[in-house]
Nanobody, 127 residues
Framework: QVQLVESGGGLVQTGGSLRLSCAASARTFSRCAMGWFRQAPGNEREFVAA????????YYADSVKGRFTISRDNAKNTVYLQMNSLKPEDTAVYYC????????????????????WGQGIQVTVSS
């Protein structure tokens, strides 16, 4: 497992942008597939985006496809979520998650597959 710390959240108007960062504590970060999830009040935690440990494979929820971009910098032990054209329905607590894997192309959309989680960060989009 790795310790994960999110940053970059906050309040933004509809149509605005934010970039979330998730810094990992361990040098094993480069062996982890990473994902972003979010949870709005009263809702279950849902998948947002995933990236393989190599960074070559990404996958998005339909609700954010074309607006959000996940990326990673293994030299900095950091994964990012660039969020553009934000909508009020994007308001949620965002969590990054990691899964140690030996497969450089592995990624997963399933919450239960991840073994490391950040504490979450609030993103609020005002209308």
């Amino acid at each position: 497992q790795v310790q994960l710390v999110e940053s970059g959240g906050g309040l933004v108007q509809t149509g605005g942008s934010l970039r979330l960062s998730c810094a990992a504590s361990a040098r094993t970060f480069s062996r982890c597939a990473m994902g972003w999830f979010r949870q709005a009040p009263g809702n279950e935690r849902e998948f947002v985006a995933a990236i393989s440990r190599s960074g070559y494979i990404t996958y998005y929820a339909d609700s954010v496809k074309g607006r959000f971009t996940i990326s990673r910098d293994n030299a900095k032990n950091t994964v990012y979520l660039q969020m553009n054209s934000l909508k009020p329905e994007d308001t949620a607590v965002y969590y990054c998650a990691g899964r140690n894997t030996g497969d450089s192309n592995y990624y997963t959309v399933r919450l239960v597959d991840y073994d490391s989680w950040g504490q979450g960060i609030q993103v609020t989009v005002s209308s």
